[in-house]
């Protein structure tokens, strides 16, 4: 397609949009393909009323109860989970494999190690945990411990093309720890009489396996299939003084059919004619599911820490109109936060309606 204009439309996306009026992006691709801006009279948001399944919806998983994989939602790529662990003790110490696909665990809250057949890794609060199809491992809390669960059913987690930023970029590849197999085997002294079993998960059927000796028996491996650990602190945000980016520029994993974004804290754009909220608009192909991890969510209002967002395709949204007002004061944001899209429309679990914020398509009126 070739690119026209029409009307009065900006030169630049996100920058001089004129006082009064409201910039929409519809683009393809979840923000690679072919795109449009539109300058509109009105937010796109003004809806005032929604009659239909097609709507904006919030949930509060701090209130969900009996969340070990609790379901939140999912399609033929991805499976979305919230889990929460106690302080382990020896009688809930057990192994785990997912023979469904691999593994995104990311710390909402809590500390301890994981325990794998490759060695052990540390974990703490904004830790992301990545573990590969198959492998074997053992949750083993310090702390009460919560995880936002991704898993990926159709494909395995890879770095994003890093392109003209080059390898370094976004994160280095040595920010990535590995896991410890000789510390792992020091550790394992203590505790192995409580490893004896493995719980394996396939077509969503667990079965247990039971053996007379610890599972964690390898003595040295070689290869560059293992699990790791990437903390938030260890991501540097890209960046623009002048324009505000799309979020595919915070791009930490990528699936076949869907990506893994984090936001983090960083400077708002500095032009006096820059947008410096997220823009309005229509993601198109992709459905947008947003777990607010920590900080202050200025893009949206009466947020807490531990809230969940579905923005399902085929409707515009856009920052709360009192971000927009009150942009203005800030000079940096200072939200953690973790995005999903996918490809695939998403189904939400019968089980989390119970904490779902029924008014939230409402949240957009001024």
């Known amino acids: 397609m070739h690119h026209y204009t029409q009307g009065k439309p900006t030169r630049q996306a996100h920058k001089a949009i004129p006082e009064g009026f409201y910039e929409e992006e519809q683009g393809l691709k979840g923000f690679f393909g072919a795109v449009s801006h539109l300058i509109r009279k009105r937010p796109s948001t003004r809806w005032v009323d929604i009659d239909g399944h097609l709507k904006p919806r919030m949930y509060d998983l701090v209130t969900l109860k009996d969340c070990q994989f609790k379901k939140l939602l999912y399609n033929t790529d991805v499976g979305i989970y919230f889990h929460k662990l106690p302080v382990c003790s020896k009688q809930n110490k057990t192994s785990f494999r997912n023979a469904d696909g691999d593994l995104i665990y990311f710390c909402h809250q809590?500390?301890?190690?994981?325990?794998t057949e490759y060695g052990v890794l540390d974990y703490k609060k904004g830790h992301y945990i990545v573990i590969p199809k198959c492998i074997s491992h053992s949750i083993v809390c310090a702390e009460q411990s919560e995880f936002l669960v991704i898993e990926n059913k159709t494909s395995h987690f890879e770095e994003p093309d890093r392109g003209v930023l080059?390898?370094?970029?976004?994160?280095?590849?040595?920010?990535?720890?590995?896991?410890?197999?000789?510390?792992?085997?020091?550790?394992?002294?203590?505790?192995?009489?409580?490893?004896?079993?493995?719980?394996?998960?396939?077509?969503?059927?667990v079965t247990k396996f039971t053996y007379d000796e610890c599972v964690y028996d390898v003595v040295g491996w070689k290869g560059d299939l293992y699990p790791f650990t990437l903390h938030v602190d260890h991501i540097m945000p890209i960046m623009s003084h002048r324009a505000h980016l799309p979020p595919s520029a915070h791009s930490t994993f990528v699936a076949r059919n869907f990506v893994v974004c984090t936001f983090l804290p960083r400077p708002l754009e500095s032009d006096s004619d820059a947008l410096k909220v997220p823009f309005y608009h229509q993601n198109i192909d992709y459905d947008e599911v947003l777990f607010y991890h920590d900080g202050d969510f200025f893009s949206r209002d009466n947020l807490h820490s531990g809230m969940l967002s579905f923005h399902p395709a085929g409707f515009p949204h856009g920052p709360h109109p009192k971000a927009v007002k009150g942009v203005s004061k800030k000079t940096h944001t200072n939200e953690y936060a973790v995005m999903i899209d996918t490809r695939n429309p998403l189904t939400v679990s019968e089980s989390i309606s119970g904490v779902e914020l029924k008014n939230y398509w409402e949240s957009w009126k001024v």
């Open 166 to 205: 080059g390898k370094n970029g976004l994160y280095d590849t040595n920010a990535l720890t590995k896991p410890d197999l000789e510390r792992q085997n020091g550790l394992i002294n203590n505790v192995a009489q409580e490893f004896l079993s493995i719980q394996v998960k396939h077509n969503d059927q």
């Open 110 to 115: 809590g500390k301890g190690q994981v325990f």
